[in-house]
Structures are given as C-alpha cells and as structure tokens.
C-alpha cells in the first residue's frame, strides 16, 4: 500500500482526508464524506455484501489511482439497493455515504 498517493473525490473532485476505521487507513471526501477503498482494504463484511452483483455499467467518474473509469455496481437485497463504485484495473472501490451507512446497518 502506498500513503503518499493522494485521492481527490471523483465527484466533488476535492481532497480526501485519512481516517482509520477498523485499523485500516481509508480516503474520505471532506465534502461528500464518500470513501475510497484501496484494493484490498474492503473489509469482510463488506466484501460479502457486494458479492453477486446484479448490474454494472461504466460510469463517467474517473479512478483517482490509475484513471480508469469506473463501473457502478448494484445490488439488490431484498428491498435494499446497493449501488457502489469500483475500478476493474486497480481493484479500488469508490462508496458515497448513504451506501455505506446502507451497507453498515445491516
Ligand atoms: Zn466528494
Ligand atoms: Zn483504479
């Protein structure tokens, strides 16, 4: 993992500050407060919630790593709909904040 790189939000293409959650150091927009996830550093939990995609299309926002567009995902579970945001060349994933307080709360 490299820390020196440095992660501008895709969206409000603004600097992203460091925060530590579960031991793991992520970039969080100080506008938007979505997270960019380094690959790898999704956790378990996380990981299983986006397993089984049901759709994935390309987007216009650009991965902040290797800039590449990135792909929106979905998910349907039951009646939650799950939509992040992933780079297929770097294995990076962009999640705003109401689907990462989806994907926390449940
Ligand atoms: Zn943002
Ligand atoms: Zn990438």
């Not at 998910?75 to 945001?85: D, N, P, S």
């Amino acid at each position: 993992m490299n820390n020196n790189k440095h992660i501008y939000c895709p969206v409000c293409n603004t600097d992203c500050k460091k925060i530590i959650k579960d031991d793991i150091e992520l970039d969080e927009c100080t506008i938007c407060k979505a997270v960019w996830f380094d690959p790898g550093e999704l956790s378990a939990t996380f990981e299983e919630k986006i397993n089984d995609i049901n759709d994935r299309k390309l987007t216009e926002l650009i991965c902040q790593v290797c800039f590449e567009r990135l792909y929106a995902y979905e998910k349907v579970a039951g009646k939650l709909k799950i939509r992040i945001h992933g780079c297929e060349k770097c294995r990076g994933f962009w999640i705003d904040r109401k689907n990462i307080d989806l994907m926390e709360n449940r």
